[in-house]
Nanobody, 118 residues
């Protein structure tokens, strides 16, 4: 199982970014896939995930209404479209996979840095 996040960068508050997660070693119906982030000095936070069985989605309250998770099964890719970015969104974003949304940290790969300036 491998996952690789990309698409991070530096933006000003209010800007947008689209993160991509390319995965391999499993198919979309094997695991729930999602995103979590870790900011300096803070605990890891689960941001969003898409259920393997029914494609239901989860969003953390801190990002609800500002991010959309989607997946392209043919390309083995999961996306996180983020808009209305805030300085508090600054973190390393990683994608992960697991049996449920609560366990997407079971498998995870190198993250991508998102920096939002005020």
């Amino acid at each position: 199982v491998q996952l690789q996040a990309s698409g991070g960068g530096s933006v000003q508050a209010g800007g947008s970014l689209r993160l991509s997660c390319l995965y391999s070693g499993f198919s979309f119906d094997d695991y729930t896939i999602g995103w979590f982030r870790r900011a300096p000095g803070k605990e890891r936070e689960r941001v969003s995930c898409v259920n393997r069985n029914d494609a239901n989605t989860y969003y953390a309250d801190s990002v609800k209404g500002r991010v959309i998770i989607s997946r392209d099964n043919a390309k083995s890719t999961v996306f996180l479209q983020m808009s209305g970015l805030k300085p508090e969104d600054t973190a390393v974003y990683s994608c992960g996979a697991g049996p449920t949304c609560l366990t997407i940290h079971k498998y995870w790969g190198r993250g991508t840095q998102v920096t939002v300036s005020s």
